[in-house]
């Protein structure tokens, strides 16, 4: 019957199984749970009823578990004429021979269920002794297995067994750590497997008592010699050395064989022909092969001693791709060589002032752990440092390296700006052309347990000690930035993933190098910089002498002298202001700042608004002919002057000022929306206007030339025609027209032309409207005869014939510019 019972029983068992797994979210079940123990997350077990381990939660593959004997658990008992029979992972009651369940069932599982009463059978004979089987064992020891005699009924016995059963019947006196032997008549108490009698206690009488047998401390284990051997009560387990692990397939048992820890091969670059590294690869790997885990604070402390010696030495070629190997490498060698550590915070200073903090926990704990030496604090959910991976001795460890000299290997590493490019250029309004970098803090290399460390689980949050900084310039700007290497082994500085907040602490999702970096933005050509200052310090000394042209040269003053004369003291303003004061300094917008954004604004409105009003007096002079046609002085001031003090009163109440002034320079703040325009506009209008009023302009005077004389030379009439466009054109303010077409600042070009005619405006008006001026070249004359008191005398050109009316018509054109 029972073993018709027992397939049945398998095939449900099987179909179960096959329906739990159908469901479970294997992804996230760990695949190493050992046998009779199921899934809790993807780095933990826990065995099946039944059976137990050595930790409630299980967390290393080598672990194991194993049956409870419930028929020897404390106050246990299957009651009257009964016995316990264990089994794997299970238990069951059975009647004593000649006794049976009145439900007519084989089993029963509590002493309640008890029913067991002697056979009424009649006419038995008497047979052999019945042979059957005592499985007893405490906790988790093996079982221990003794064969027990009774003798059945037979027809002329009485019912009633003659021989009592003390070990079943519970009605014995034996010790918990002994093992009862029913015997007729009586029994006896002999010690486990695994156990002995404690001295001077013979083994078998009722008063035995045992205690456990040491095999480790004995020498009647068999584990290999590449284990440790742990005692157990009542036997003993293999462990692997710490650092050493298990070889596949190897469980933790008497056939246990570990491998000893790995090293990284501290190999040379293929291209790196240097002797010093070669006489510190040598130095290493003998260092590493002579490996003693008695003595691995030593070997940790001349790791990193040699390592300083290495950078200390001037380095001849391929800094980067040695900083990447020997950061690789050194991270590897420490991680290993932490798993010899005892378990709490190592650290060491070695003499070239490098600090290394190793923490050692259990790889369970779930706490925020802080680790620090003198240069760097660091804290950290501390779950993070394993990951997926399983550590043999179940701990964990998390390390910081902090070196004074890596340095010198990574110093001219690039910032990579791929990620932040658009919107430093956003914030600081042009091209990022380079980057510098400093250095203010040591390269802090930190590692886990856990290798995969490119997106952790949670941030970890870093302080570095670090040369302090009393302000930062404009365009500067302290970074947390982490090394990068390529295949390669070159690589750069990155920030993407880090943070850094005012008061100095780093949180970032990944793990690798770290340091505290200033880095300057160069955002400026430093040509461009150098023809921007020396143009515009030639033209103020222009606008200078225009002014004073026009206010002295009286035969020249009329009223487009007076337009020229305001155009040129506006230039000159904002010139002057702008040389001066743009650059802001501080990187704080302030109302200094904000003022000198303001009057640029104005100054710069006011000349615009003057050009405007040259190409009116053009239009009058060339097209309408007539000059008293042109607005009077009044209405020119109030256009040139009162148009642009609107347009700043207009934005100031808009904008309340934020739109003035910016972190690196004291203009417009191009980021408030639409404010720019408040500029662009105006000026954008203007040299449409005037740009049509040259192409009038040059047509008229096309015409005028050829009215003048049909038969001038057409080289001369083109060379007169060319020059008094130019000189139009640069008076009109179209030059600037070429700025509302830097649509990509990165046009390198374009910038460079648009920077040349606008810093040197200043001497093209000097040159149009003064040198090129007949009026103004005689009254020079004079000046320079009353300073060198030589007699002053009319210069011309000696010209005759008609020659003579033809420059005299086109002097009196130039005149008129």
């Not at 264990?86 to 006794?99: Q, R, W």
């Not at 802090?444 to 302080?463: G, H, P, Q, V, Y």
């Not at 000059?627 to 020119?636: A, D, E, V």
């Not at 409207?769 to 005689?778: P, S, Y």
Request: proline letters at 4%; a neutral charge; one cysteine or more.
């Amino acid at each position: 019957m029972r073993g018709v019972r027992c397939p049945g029983l398998l095939v449900v068992c099987i179909l179960l199984s096959l329906s739990g797994a159908g469901t479970q979210k294997t992804e996230n079940c760990a695949r190493w749970c050992p046998i009779n123990s199921k899934c809790v997350s993807n780095r933990s077990c826990v065995c099946k009823p039944g059976f137990s381990s050595e930790k409630a939660l299980i967390t290393n593959p080598a672990e194991s578990c194993e049956d409870i004997n419930e028929c020897l658990l404390p106050g246990f008992s299957c009651g009257d004429f009964a016995k316990c029979e264990n089994s794997e992972g299970s238990y069951a009651c059975v009647c004593n021979l000649g006794y049976k369940l009145l439900s007519g069932a084989e089993s029963f599982v509590n002493k309640s269920e008890n029913t067991c009463q002697a056979s009424v059978d009649t006419g038995m004979t008497p047979v052999p002794s019945r042979i059957y089987t005592v499985t007893t064992a405490p906790g988790n020891l093996p079982e221990q297995t003794t064969t027990v005699h009774q003798t059945q009924l037979g027809d002329s016995e009485e019912r009633t067994p003659k021989d009592v059963n003390e070990c079943t019947s519970g009605q014995n006196h034996c010790h918990q750590t002994t093992h009862c032997i029913n015997k007729l008549g009586g029994y006896s108490c002999i010690c486990r497997q695994g156990w002995k009698p404690v001295p001077g206690s013979p083994n078998g009488p009722v008063s035995t008592v045992c205690e456990d047998v040491d095999e480790c401390s004995s020498g009647q284990h068999h584990c290999h010699n590449s284990t440790i051997c742990k005692n157990t009560v009542g036997s003993y387990k293999c462990h692997c050395r710490p650092g050493w692990k298990p070889t596949s397939g190897s469980l933790r048992g008497p056939d246990t064989i570990c491998q000893e820890p790995s090293f990284p091969t501290w190999t040379l670059l293929p291209a790196a022909h240097s002797q010093t590294l070669l006489r510190f690869s040598v130095e290493v790997q003998n260092l590493l092969r002579d490996f003693n885990p008695a003595t691995v604070n030593y070997t940790i402390q001349k790791l990193i001693e040699a390592v300083d010696k290495l950078l200390e030495d001037p380095m001849e070629t391929q800094t980067q791709q040695v900083a990447a190997q020997l950061l690789s490498n050194l991270e590897q060698s420490l991680r290993t060589l932490a798993q010899f550590l005892p378990k709490g915070l190592f650290t060491y200073t070695s003499p070239s002032n490098t600090e290394l903090s190793l923490m050692v926990k259990e790889q369970d704990n779930k706490d925020v752990t802080t680790v620090h030496h003198g240069q760097t604090w660091m804290e950290l959910n501390w779950a993070v440092t394993a990951g997926a991976k399983i550590s043999e001795n179940g701990s964990s460890v998390a390390g910081i390296l902090s070196s004074p000299n890596m340095e010198k290997l990574l110093a001219n590493t690039p910032l990579n700006l791929d990620r932040r490019r658009a919107s430093l250029e956003e914030f600081y309004g042009s091209p990022i052309l380079s980057v510098s970098l400093k250095f203010l803090s040591n390269i802090n290399s930190i590692f886990l347990t856990n290798t995969d460390t490119e997106k952790l689980a949670s941030n970890i949050t870093f302080k570095f000690n670090f040369t302090s900084v009393e302000s930062i310039k404009p365009r500067h700007q302290l970074i947390c930035a982490f090394w990068k290497a390529h295949d390669n082994g070159n690589g750069y500085w990155d920030t993407d993933g880090c943070s850094m907040n005012g008061t100095g602490f780093c949180h970032c999702n990944h793990l690798t190098s770290f340091a505290i970096l200033m880095a300057q933005y160069h955002v400026q050509d430093p040509r461009l910089e150098l023809i921007t200052k020396v143009g515009l310090l030639l033209s103020l000394i222009c606008l200078l002498l225009c002014i004073l042209t026009f206010l002295l040269v009286k035969p020249i003053q009329s009223s487009r002298t007076m337009v020229h004369l305001h155009l040129c003291i506006c230039l000159f303003l904002g010139s002057i202001i702008f040389l001066v004061g743009v650059e802001n300094e501080g990187g704080e917008v302030g109302l200094r700042c904000r003022l000198v954004a303001v009057m640029l604004h104005f100054c710069f409105l006011a000349a615009f608004c003057w050009m405007a009003l040259e190409g009116v007096e053009l239009y009058f002079l060339v097209v309408r002919v007539f000059q008293g046609q042109g607005l009077s002085t009044w209405h020119r001031c109030l256009i040139g002057y009162g148009v642009p003090l609107l347009i700043v009163a207009i934005s100031m109440a808009v904008v309340k000022m934020d739109g003035y002034g910016h972190a690196t320079y004291c203009w417009l703040d191009f980021r408030k929306q639409g404010f720019l325009w408040s500029f662009s506009g105006p000026v954008a209008f203007i040299i449409f206007c005037n740009a049509a009023i040259f192409v009038i302009t040059v047509w008229k005077l096309t015409k005028k030339f050829s009215e003048i004389n049909p038969n001038m030379k057409k080289l001369r009439k083109a060379r007169v025609l060319t020059i008094t466009a130019i000189a139009q054109l640069l008076v009109l303010g179209c030059t600037w027209g070429f700025g509302l077409f830097l649509f990509d600042p990165h046009s390198t070009w374009l910038s460079y032309i648009f920077t040349l005619l606008n810093c040197l405006q200043g001497l093209f008006l000097y040159v149009t409207l003064c040198l090129l001026n007949k009026k103004v070249r005689e009254e020079y004359w004079k000046w320079a005869c009353m300073v060198t008191g030589s007699k002053y005398t009319e210069f011309n050109s000696s010209t005759t014939g008609t020659g003579t009316s033809q420059t005299r018509a086109l002097r009196s054109s130039e005149s008129g510019m």
